[in-house]
């Protein structure tokens, strides 16, 4: 997710984007008028030009917006460009590359499992994957010596981000240099010989296996490394690549046909260039970070990462809507239940307790993929207690709020987002989006 993280994510052989076959006359989710969802027109229209101020100042190639109330899309724009040198423009039919937005399909993709009796929440990973059978935690000042931990890391603790694995960029000196060899190999930092052959998503998970904790396992919230576990974990559980699990069991139900990991280069017309900020000559500006064209996921050179390591999904606002639908809705979406009310409920829940969320400062705890607001210890805001979301690394944003039955999605692509001065889009759009409720 981009810095400031309160702001508020069967086919065979080579995967392609899924084309537009499905009948959706009979959606249930589509657009309506905004004043018959309580909205008020005019403060609602007030989103355009707030963000085309962003893209104006060249903080965002593109901004697409979507705001739904009681289960309908009250508004839906597109502003900007897909590539700045082009200047062709952004669509509503936009593929952006995701990347942790990917976490709350991960959620489900795990509750969906879970009903089906295939896993718990509280299975240890080892389960799945026996090389954590005989993880060590490091000793409390004592770094070079270890300890068993007090319990397994569990398919909770993956989903939580409470593992007990440091994040590999943020490893001490001595670790890193300690295990170097280790991370090197198994592609978690880059290596000193640029032409290693970068070993595959399971053999990491292996190597990763093999160094001690940080922490044991549910004590410390540290971001994202579960993530990768978490592939594999759902890899063996259901038997599939997340490509064929996602569309089978997510992506067709909820008509998603937009949605994939890759996408085949004949549809690159439709994928966005990814930004990152950079300085030059004192100032900072957007850099092309990832053209369509040569980038993974037209190659189908990248992995399946459900957590959002090499971007994620790709999908369009009006796609990510209806998963983000589905989930306001009890887990329904058109006849398509993807898992029970009281399913949805526990993965929305609180499952890191008074755990502090460095990423999200206080107010906040972490479900199972999302993270919710509960307000306590920090000024009020406008959001309702109970709404959840995240966002992706590339500038992707999305919330919910069951209590006014109420969501919105914020894209652009923009890696590192907040690296760019006064770029708070996705705070303002959230603020126009509660302050036109009538």
Not at 107 to 131: H, M, N, Q, W
Not at 141 to 152: A, S, V
Not at 352 to 381: E, K, N, Q
Request: glycine share 8%.
């Amino acid at each position: 997710m981009s810095s400031g993280q309160n702001r508020f994510v069967i086919m065979l052989g080579f995967p392609v984007l899924v084309e537009r076959v499905t009948d959706m006359t009979d959606s249930t989710f589509v657009e309506a008028d905004p004043k018959s969802l309580g909205l008020d027109p005019k403060r609602l229209n007030q989103i355009k030009p707030a963000m085309q101020a962003y893209i104006d100042d060249q903080r965002v190639p593109n901004i697409v917006t979507l705001v739904a109330r009681k289960g309908q899309i009250a508004l839906l724009n597109a502003q900007g460009y897909m590539d700045l040198d082009s200047k062709k423009s952004v669509t509503t039919d936009s593929l952006f590359r995701m990347y942790s937005n990917t976490k709350p399909i991960a959620g489900v993709a795990t509750c969906i499992l879970y009903e089906r009796g295939i896993l718990t929440p509280d299975d240890p990973v080892s389960k799945f994957l026996p090389e954590f059978a005989d993880i060590t935690v490091q000793k409390p000042n004592e770094p070079l010596l270890t300890e068993k931990p007090k319990r397994p890391i569990t398919i909770r603790d993956l989903l939580t981000n409470t593992t007990g694995f440091y994040s590999p960029q943020n490893i001490p000196n001595f670790f890193r240099q300690q295990y170097r060899e280790t991370l090197e190999n198994s592609g978690w930092i880059t290596p000193k010989d640029s032409e290693k052959t970068k070993p595959s998503p399971r053999d990491r998970v292996r190597a990763l296996a093999q160094l001690p904790l940080a922490s044991h396992p549910g004590e410390r919230f540290v971001y994202h490394i579960g993530y990768p576990v978490l592939t594999e974990v759902l890899t063996a559980a259901s038997g599939q690549n997340m490509q064929d699990f996602f569309h089978e069991n997510i992506f067709e139900p909820l008509q998603m046909l937009s949605s994939s990991f890759y996408v085949n280069s004949e549809h690159a017309d439709r994928f966005t260039t990814c930004y990152v900020p950079q300085e030059y000559d004192g100032k900072i500006a957007l850099a092309v970070a990832d053209k369509p064209e040569t980038s993974e996921k037209t190659l189908g050179t990248g992995e399946y990462c459900v957590g959002g390591s090499t971007g994620g999904i790709l999908t369009t606002a009006q796609d990510y809507g209806r998963f983000g639908q589905m989930l306001l809705n009890g887990g329904h979406l058109d006849g398509n239940q993807i898992i029970s009310r009281k399913t949805v409920a526990m993965m929305i829940g609180n499952h890191t307790g008074d755990m502090l969320i460095p990423m999200t400062g206080p107010g906040f705890h972490w479900g199972l993929g999302v993270a919710m607001y509960h307000g306590r210890d920090r000024y009020p805001l406008i959001r309702s207690v109970g709404t959840y979301g995240w966002g992706g690394a590339a500038g992707t944003t999305y919330f919910a709020d069951p209590t006014e039955e109420l969501m919105g999605v914020c894209l652009t692509q923009v890696l590192n987002a907040g690296a760019m001065p006064n770029n708070s889009y996705q705070e303002e759009f959230q603020r126009l989006v509660y302050q036109s409720l009538a």
